[in-house]
Nanobody, 114 residues
Framework: QVQLVESGGGLVQAGGSLRLSCAAS????????MAWYRQAPGKQREFVAA???????NYANSVKGRFTISRDNAKNTVYLQMNSLKPEDTAVYRC????????WGQGTQVTVVS
C-alpha cells in the first residue's frame, strides 16, 4: 500500500526553525523525485522544494536560502529543514512525488507566529 506520513510540524515564533520528516513507501521513494508542498488556508497547494535520488535539489523562490530539503534513501525518508521561518510559511505541509501524485498523507501543520 502506498503511504506517505509527515511529521515534525508545530507552533514556532518568527525566525525559528522546524524540521519536517516524511516517511514514504519504498515503491514511491525509490522511483521518484520527492517534493514538499504546502497549502495555507484559503490558498491553493504550492510547491516548496524537491530532491532527486542523487541529491539534486530545487526550491520555490519564497523559501530559497531558508529551507533545505534532503533525503535518506536507506530510510525512505525525505526531510525539510526550515530556518528563519516567517508567518507566511504557515500552512499544512505534505510530501509527495514530484511528477506523479500518490495518495496524499494527512500532512503536518506548521504555524509561525510573529
Amino acid at each position: 500500500q502506498v503511504q506517505l506520513v509527515e511529521s515534525g510540524g508545530g507552533l514556532v515564533q518568527a525566525g525559528g526553525s522546524l524540521r519536517l520528516s516524511c516517511a514514504a513507501s519504498g515503491s514511491i521513494f525509490r522511483a521518484n523525485i520527492m517534493a514538499w508542498y504546502r497549502q495555507a488556508p484559503g490558498k491553493q497547494r504550492e510547491f516548496v522544494a524537491a530532491v532527486g535520488s542523487g541529491g539534486t535539489t530545487n526550491y520555490a523562490n519564497s523559501v530559497k536560502g531558508r529551507f533545505t530539503i534532503s533525503r535518506d534513501n536507506a530510510k525512505n525518508t525525505v526531510y525539510l529543514q526550515m530556518n528563519s521561518l516567517k508567518p507566511e510559511d504557515t500552512a499544512v505541509y505534505r510530501c509527495n512525488a514530484l511528477s506523479t501524485w500518490y495518495q496524499w498523507g494527512q500532512g503536518t501543520q506548521v504555524t509561525v507566529v510573529s
